[in-house]
């Protein structure tokens, strides 16, 4: 299942953050070509890295697509 992943900038490790939603996947199966529209997310959110323990401010740029 494809999904939004994060990667800790102290650790390198990549964590989940949320699987693709059903209505992107039908877009990416007619267009796929087209970009990826990525989640909304809320203003400062902080996640903590199950590897090393950091807080990680996530922004949306800092989303990247992983369909592994």
Do not use: F, H
């Amino acid at each position: 299942m494809p999904k939004w992943v994060i990667i800790c900038p102290n650790c390198k490790r990549q964590q989940t953050y949320s699987e693709v939603e059903d209505a992107a996947l039908d877009s990416v199966r007619r267009d796929p070509v087209g970009t990826r529209t990525k989640p909304a997310l809320p203003e400062g959110e902080k996640q903590k890295c199950p590897n090393c323990g950091r807080d990680i401010r996530v922004n949306t740029c800092d989303l990247t697509y992983s369909y592994l």
